[in-house]
C-alpha cells in the first residue's frame, strides 16, 4: 500500500489495486488500523484513539479534493504532513 505522508507516529496509505468503495485511506498507528471516507474524513472502521483520529481528520479534510483525485485517477503522490 503506497504511502501518502506521516506524521505524529500515524501513517496514511492508499491502496489502489481492487479497492472497494467508498473511497478510503487507511491509517496506522502502531497496532491500530482504521479507515477513514475521503468524502468526510469518517472513520469507516478500525480502533484508532480519539486523539489519533481527530489528528488524521485534521489532516485530511484540506487534503479531500487531492485524495479523491488519487482515489479517481489511481496516480500516488506525496502530501505534506500535519504540522
Same mark, same amino acid.
Given at each position: 500500500?503506497?504511502?501518502?505522508?506521516?506524521?505524529?507516529?500515524?501513517?496514511?496509505?492508499?491502496?489502489?489495486?481492487?479497492?472497494?468503495?467508498?473511497p478510503h485511506?487507511?491509517a496506522i498507528?502502531?497496532?491500530?488500523? /482504521? !479507515?477513514?471516507?475521503?468524502?468526510?474524513?469518517?472513520?469507516?472502521?478500525?480502533? !484508532?484513539?480519539?486523539?489519533?483520529?481527530?489528528?488524521v481528520q485534521?489532516?485530511?479534510?484540506?487534503? /479531500?479534493?487531492?485524495?479523491?483525485?488519487?482515489?479517481?485517477?489511481?496516480?500516488?503522490?506525496?502530501?505534506?504532513?500535519?504540522?
Amino acid at each position: 500500500m503506497p504511502e501518502i505522508t506521516r506524521f505524529y507516529g500515524i501513517v496514511i496509505k492508499i491502496f489502489f489495486r481492487n479497492e472497494h468503495n467508498p473511497p478510503h485511506i487507511h491509517a496506522i498507528y502502531g497496532e491500530h488500523n /482504521a !479507515l477513514f471516507s475521503i468524502k468526510d474524513m469518517q472513520m469507516i472502521e478500525g480502533d !484508532l484513539p480519539a486523539r489519533a483520529v481527530k489528528l488524521v481528520q485534521e489532516w485530511g479534510r484540506p487534503f /479531500a479534493k487531492d485524495l479523491q483525485q488519487m482515489w479517481d485517477t489511481k496516480e500516488l503522490k506525496k502530501l505534506p504532513p500535519l504540522k
